[in-house]
C-alpha cells in the first residue's frame, strides 16, 4: 500500500494509518472486547452487557493512548528496517509485550486482564 521504502514520509504514513485509523477503530476495541470476554467467564451475553457508555469513553480512549505509548515508537523501529527484518522483528516486540503485560508487576491473574 505504501511501498517499502523507508524514507520519512512512507515511516509516518505507515504509523499514521496503523496507529490513528486501525488502532481506534478495529485494533484496540477488539482486544479489549475479548479480554473483557475472558475477564467474564466467556459468556457473550454478559460482555454485550457491559460494553456500556464507560467501556466507549473511557476504557477504550484509555487503552489507545497506552497502546500509542508502545506501539509508535515500536513500529517506527520496524518500518525502518529492511522488509526481510520487519516481521521478525514485530513478532518479538508482541512476544515481549505479551509477556509484559501477562507477567507484569501484579502477576499473572492479578484483578483480571482488562483492567475494566
Same mark, same amino acid.
Given at each position: 500500500m505504501?511501498?517499502?521504502? @523507508?524514507?520519512a /514520509? #512512507?515511516l509516518?504514513?505507515?504509523?499514521?494509518?496503523?496507529?490513528f $485509523?486501525?488502532?481506534?477503530?478495529?485494533?484496540?476495541?477488539?482486544?479489549? $472486547?475479548a479480554?473483557?470476554?475472558v475477564d467474564? &467467564? &466467556?459468556?457473550?451475553? /454478559?460482555? /454485550?452487557?457491559?460494553?456500556?457508555r464507560v %467501556?466507549w469513553?473511557? #476504557?477504550?480512549?484509555t487503552?489507545?493512548? #497506552?497502546?500509542?505509548?508502545?506501539? $509508535?515508537?515500536t513500529?517506527s523501529?520496524?518500518y525502518?528496517?529492511p522488509?526481510?527484518?520487519? %516481521?521478525?522483528?514485530? /513478532?518479538?516486540?508482541?512476544?515481549l @509485550?505479551? @509477556?509484559?503485560d501477562?507477567? &507484569?508487576? #501484579?502477576?499473572p491473574?492479578?484483578g483480571?486482564t482488562? &483492567?475494566c
Amino acid at each position: 500500500m505504501f511501498g517499502t521504502g @523507508h524514507d520519512a /514520509r #512512507t515511516l509516518l504514513s505507515k504509523v499514521a494509518v496503523d496507529q490513528f $485509523i486501525m488502532s481506534p477503530l478495529w485494533f484496540v476495541p477488539t482486544v479489549l $472486547i475479548a479480554l473483557r470476554w475472558v475477564d467474564l &467467564g &466467556g459468556s457473550w451475553a /454478559r460482555t /454485550r452487557a457491559s460494553l456500556d457508555r464507560v %467501556f466507549w469513553t473511557r #476504557t477504550c480512549p484509555t487503552a489507545l493512548v #497506552t497502546n500509542w505509548l508502545v506501539w $509508535i515508537p515500536t513500529l517506527s523501529l520496524v518500518y525502518s528496517l529492511p522488509s526481510a527484518l520487519q %516481521f521478525p522483528f514485530f /513478532r518479538r516486540d508482541v512476544l515481549l @509485550h505479551s @509477556h509484559r503485560d501477562a507477567f &507484569g508487576p #501484579t502477576g499473572p491473574d492479578q484483578g483480571g486482564t482488562s &483492567g475494566c
